[in-house]
């Protein structure tokens, strides 16, 4: 996960230097489809997690359309880093709070029962829990 806005967003808005100063920014918030709660952002802040919910001019859920809000700069925008990549690296969007370590989000894979897993499953589950604990160590 990371934080990023447009660089328009950040000439008008400024650039929040703590967890703390985003209740005075404008963010594009993502909501649970389920439950219609906007999801806060976590940091890890002195060895724990602390939650922070920004100010809001927009919520999505999709994240398509989290991704062009943050583009046009209507907002700061909290996703998975692998999402924002592209466009960090081609100065669309601009990192921001970098001093603070987001929590990432769980990963879960789901199969039938593992008495009748085939190998071809048990390869892949092996397969992606290594490229997750190697991407994660860096």
């Known amino acids: 996960m990371t934080i990023c806005a447009a660089p328009s967003y950040l000439d008008k808005y400024g650039i929040p230097l703590t967890p703390d100063e985003l209740v005075h920014h404008k963010a594009v918030n993502f909501f649970t489809e389920h439950s219609r709660e906007v999801m806060d952002w976590k940091y890890m802040m002195n060895g724990e997690i602390i939650s922070r919910r920004p100010g809001s ?26 999402a924002l990549e592209p466009h960090i690296q081609s100065g669309r969007l601009t ?6 370590a987001p929590v990432t989000k769980p990963v879960s894979v789901l199969y039938p029962d593992r008495r009748y897993l085939p190998s071809k499953v048990r390869v892949f589950i092996d397969w992606f829990c290594e490229v997750f604990a190697r991407k994660y160590q860096e």
Do not use: K, Q
């Not at 990192?95 to 603070?100: C, N, P, Q």
């Open 57 to 82: 001019n927009m919520l999505v859920n999709n994240s398509d359309v989290l991704l062009s809000c943050g583009l046009e700069g209507l907002g700061l925008v909290h996703a998975l880093r692998t």
């Open 95 to 100: 990192e921001v709070l970098t001093d603070y």
